[in-house]
Nanobody, 128 residues
Framework: QVQLVESGGGLVQAGGSLRLSCAAS?????????????AGWFRQAPDKEREFVAA????????IYADPVKGRFTISRDNAKNTVYLQMNSLKPEDTADYYC????????????????WGQGTQVTVSS
């Protein structure tokens, strides 16, 4: 099993920045933590549906982003450290949510049902 632990959340003023980290441990069936999987970020605000934020192909590095975060958020990964990051700039109050990292068994998917492993989440609060 793959274990995912998010960190880096907190309280920030509108227009500020945060960098989220997701550290992975354990092994998948491929024998590697992420292998050729997709690492993604999702978020969920209270009383709202979970929504896709960004994803990156672990092997190739290709990325996809949800429209609301394009130009503001950047997803990246460090293969040697088995860690995926989400750099969040120009934060808005509507970005307030619990942020989750996840791993899918295929590349560059934005649908949450395609993801197999999930972290516990880290809270991001953006004040106005």
């Amino acid at each position: 099993q793959v274990q995912l632990v998010e960190s880096g959340g907190g309280l920030v003023q509108a227009g500020g920045s945060l960098r989220l980290s997701c550290a992975a441990s354990g092994r998948s069936a491929s024998g590697r933590t992420f292998g050729s999987s997709t690492a993604g970020w999702f978020r969920q605000a209270p009383d709202k549906e979970r929504e896709f934020v960004a994803a990156i192909s672990w092997s190739g590095g290709g990325t996809i982003y949800a429209d609301p975060v394009k130009g503001r958020f950047t997803i990246s990964r460090d293969n040697a450290k088995n860690t995926v990051y989400l750099q969040m700039n120009s934060l808005k109050p509507e970005d307030t949510a619990d942020y989750y990292c996840a791993v899918a068994g295929s590349t560059l998917v934005a649908t949450d049902t395609r993801y197999d492993y999930w972290g516990q989440g880290t809270q991001v609060t953006v004040s106005s």
